[in-house]
C-alpha cells in the first residue's frame, strides 16, 4: 500500500475556504476507558501531566492484547502529520481503515476497536507541542464536560486517549456527517423550518450546558456540529423547477433522525475577563472579536444565529475573508454598527472605521467587495425567501440572537425560551 502523504479535495466548496472540516465522533458516550501504557494508566486523567505521556517503543504493551502487531516505525512528515497506511494498527487495539477528516491540528481516521467491536474515530494529533498541548487542553475539557453530562446527550465524550510515537491520540464513538457536509450532499438546499428548530433547540441546550460550566465553544459552525445517524431519506423537492424538468434528479436529503452533537473543542476557552486574541472561524466571527473588543459567552451565541440562517438558506450568511467587508456585510444584514461599539475599538481595528461610523464604502477594497455587500438582503428578507411558516418567531429569535452589542445579546437560556421553540411545544400537545 502507498503511504498517506496528501490529502486531495474529493469535491468542490462553493463558499469560500476554509478551515477543513471533519466528519466524526461519538453517538452515545459511557465512560471513558483507560488505555495502559508501559503500565501506565492514561486514559482517566483529569490534568496533564508530562511524566505520564511517557516515549513510544517498539514493544509498545495494550492491556489484555497480543504485543505483536504494531506498525514500522515512519518519519512523520514535514508538517509533524502521523504517517500510515490503510489496513495496519494504530497499537495492537485499532486497525486504521481510511481517513475521514483532516484540519491544522493533525488527522482523523475511522479504525476497528478490536477490544470493544465496534468502529471508531481517532483524532491524531501533530507532533508539534503546540498541538500536542491544545490537545490535552481539550481532553481536560472533554472530561469535565463528561463528568456533568454522563449521557453523552449535549456534546461528545472522550472515550479514551492515549500518546503514541509522540501523537496525542483521542478516541471517540463514529457519528454521522457534519451539518455542513450534509448541506453540501444536498446540494446546498435549505433545511426544513421545523428541522432547523430542533436542531437548534439541541444547539442551545449545549451551549447553555457549557456555559453554566464557565465554557465558552469560541469556533460553533456547521462543521463541527454532528447528526448522531448518518440515515436519510430522499423527498421530492421541485420548489421553483418547470414541470418539464421534474424527474428523479430533483429529491433532497433529510436525515431520519435530528438527534445532533457538538464536537471539537480543542479552541474551549474558560471564563476570564480579559479575552481579546482572534476567535471562531471567519464566517461565525461576532462583530466584537474583528473590533478587539474582548468577548465572552456571548461570541457563541452569534455564531449559533449564523448557523441558524446557514441551515435555513443553505448558504453562509457572511461569505467574506476580509475583516472591513465582513462589519459591512453586518450593517448591510443587521444595520448600523452601535456607535458605543465603533469608539472603543482597538488600534488594530481602527482603520475600519472613520468619523465615528464604519468606513465604508470609502475603505473597500475592490468593487466587486462593495458588490457582494450590496447583494445581500435585510435579515427579514432572507429569511421570508426561505422560511414558509414560523417566520416571523425566526426572525425575532435571530434578531436577539445577533444583535451588535454583546452586553444585550440573547442569552442560550433566554433564547431557548423563545416562542420559536415554545410555540412549537404547544403545538405538539
Not at 500510515?84 to 481510511?98: H, Q, S, V, W
Not at 446546498?188 to 453554566?212: K, S, T, W
Not at 418539464?244 to 464536537?263: A, E, G, N, Q, T
Request: aromatic share 10%.
Amino acid at each position: 500500500m502507498d503511504y498517506v502523504t496528501e490529502y486531495p479535495h474529493s469535491h468542490m466548496d462553493r463558499r469560500p475556504k476554509k478551515r477543513p472540516r471533519l466528519d466524526w465522533d461519538p453517538s452515545h458516550t459511557p465512560k471513558a476507558q483507560s488505555g495502559i501504557y508501559y503500565g501506565q494508566e492514561v486514559g482517566n486523567s483529569s490534568s496533564y501531566v508530562h511524566s505520564r505521556l511517557l516515549p513510544d517503543h517498539d514493544n509498545l504493551y495494550v492491556k489484555g492484547l497480543a504485543q505483536k502487531g504494531s506498525p514500522p516505525r515512519r518519519e512523520d512528515d514535514k508538517d509533524g502529520h502521523y504517517m500510515f497506511e490503510l489496513g495496519e494498527n494504530l497499537t495492537t487495539r485499532y486497525k486504521i481503515l481510511k481517513k475521514i477528516g483532516e484540519g491544522t491540528f493533525g488527522q482523523v481516521l475511522e479504525c476497528w476497536d478490536r477490544e470493544q467491536k465496534e468502529f471508531v474515530a481517532i483524532k491524531i494529533i501533530r507532533s508539534i507541542k503546540k498541538y500536542r498541548e491544545a490537545a490535552m487542553v481539550e481532553i481536560d475539557v472533554l472530561q469535565l464536560l463528561g463528568r456533568y453530562d454522563r449521557g453523552g446527550s449535549r456534546c461528545v465524550q472522550l472515550r479514551n486517549w492515549f500518546d503514541y510515537r509522540n501523537h496525542i491520540c483521542l478516541v471517540f464513538e463514529k457519528l454521522g456527517p457534519s451539518l455542513f457536509d450534509f448541506l453540501r450532499k444536498n446540494s446546498y438546499r435549505a433545511f426544513p423550518v421545523d428541522l432547523v428548530r430542533e436542531i437548534g433547540r439541541q444547539l442551545l441546550e449545549c451551549v447553555a450546558f457549557m456555559h453554566d460550566m464557565r465554557l465558552i465553544h469560541t469556533d460553533l459552525k456547521p462543521e463541527n456540529i454532528l447528526f448522531v445517524s448518518a440515515d436519510y431519506i430522499k423527498v421530492p423537492d421541485y420548489k421553483g423547477t418547470p414541470w418539464s424538468h421534474r424527474d428523479r434528479s430533483f429529491y433532497k436529503r433529510l436525515p431520519k433522525s435530528s438527534v445532533i452533537k457538538v464536537i471539537d473543542f480543542g479552541s474551549t476557552a474558560y471564563e476570564r475577563p480579559d479575552h481579546n486574541y482572534i476567535v471562531s472561524t471567519r464566517h461565525y466571527r461576532a462583530p466584537e472579536v474583528i473590533l478587539g473588543l474582548g468577548w465572552s459567552y456571548p461570541c457563541d451565541l452569534w455564531s449559533v444565529g449564523c448557523i441558524l440562517v446557514e441551515l435555513c438558506s443553505g448558504e453562509a450568511l457572511f461569505q467574506t475573508h476580509e475583516n472591513l467587508e465582513h462589519l459591512a456585510m453586518m450593517e448591510r444584514v443587521l444595520g448600523p454598527l452601535p456607535s458605543q461599539m465603533l469608539n472603543k475599538v482597538d488600534r488594530h481595528a481602527e482603520k475600519y472605521v472613520r468619523r465615528g461610523r464604519l468606513d465604508w464604502p470609502e475603505g473597500a477594497t475592490s468593487r466587486e467587495s462593495i458588490k457582494s455587500v450590496i447583494k445581500l438582503p435585510r435579515l427579514q428578507n432572507l429569511v421570508m425567501q426561505h422560511v414558509d411558516h414560523s417566520a416571523g418567531d425566526l426572525i425575532d429569535l435571530l434578531q436577539g440572537l445577533l444583535r451588535f452589542d454583546p452586553s444585550i445579546r440573547m442569552t442560550a437560556r433566554d433564547a431557548l425560551r423563545h416562542p420559536f421553540f415554545t410555540r412549537d411545544q404547544f403545538r405538539r400537545l
